[in-house]
């Protein structure tokens, strides 16, 4: 499987990023721009739509029943050298499941994530999977 994106700068303030037929616009200003994503948090957003994917991929599998899923995550920067130190998660998951089924889904999310297996080596990353709270 190979992945194509193309990143363009629009002006000083920002870029955009085209895949597909998507679009998701980038913050390249020195200043930062709050109507898009910095190259940091669109790293931590893939590591979360990895979260998800790989959740909507296995409940099939697992026949696990799911009725949503939210995925916080959180980066930490260190300045020198500029790197992402360590990121934490927490996935949200409504469901009635057994803890051991959660358990279980948690461990095949981080078994066959790519961006989360391509972080995990060179990052501090660590999280929990939780159930919903009603």
Same mark, same amino acid.
């Given at each position: 499987? !190979?992945?194509n994106?193309?990143?363009?700068r629009?002006?000083s +303030?920002?870029? =955009?990023s085209?895949?597909?037929? =998507?679009?998701? *616009?980038?913050?390249?200003?020195?200043n930062?721009?709050?109507? =898009?994503?910095n190259?940091a !948090?669109?790293?931590? %957003?893939?590591?979360? %739509?990895?979260?998800?994917k790989?959740?909507?991929?296995?409940?099939?599998?697992?026949?696990f !029943?799911?009725?949503?899923? +939210?995925?916080?995550?959180h980066?930490i &920067?260190? *300045?020198?050298?500029?790197?992402?130190?360590?990121i934490? @998660?927490?996935i949200?998951?409504?469901? *009635?499941?057994? *803890?051991?089924?959660?358990?279980?889904?948690?461990t095949?999310?981080?078994? @066959?994530?790519t961006?989360f297996n391509?972080i995990?080596?060179?990052? =501090?990353?660590?999280?929990?999977?939780? &159930?919903?709270k009603?």
């Open positions: 499987m !190979e992945f994106i193309l990143s363009k629009i002006s +303030e920002i870029s =955009a085209f895949c597909k037929e =998507a679009k998701i *616009d980038l913050d390249t200003n020195l930062g721009n709050p109507k =898009a994503f190259p !948090e669109l790293l931590l %957003a893939s590591l979360s %739509a990895c979260i998800i790989g959740i909507e991929r296995v409940v099939p599998i697992l026949n !029943e799911l009725r949503g899923v +939210e995925v916080k995550v980066g &920067r260190q *300045d020198s050298p500029p790197k992402l130190e360590s934490t @998660y927490e949200i998951v409504e469901t *009635d499941e057994s *803890d051991h089924r959660l358990e279980s889904l948690h095949n999310v981080k078994k @066959y994530g961006v391509t995990a080596p060179g990052t =501090a990353l660590s999280g929990i999977l939780v &159930r919903k009603i």
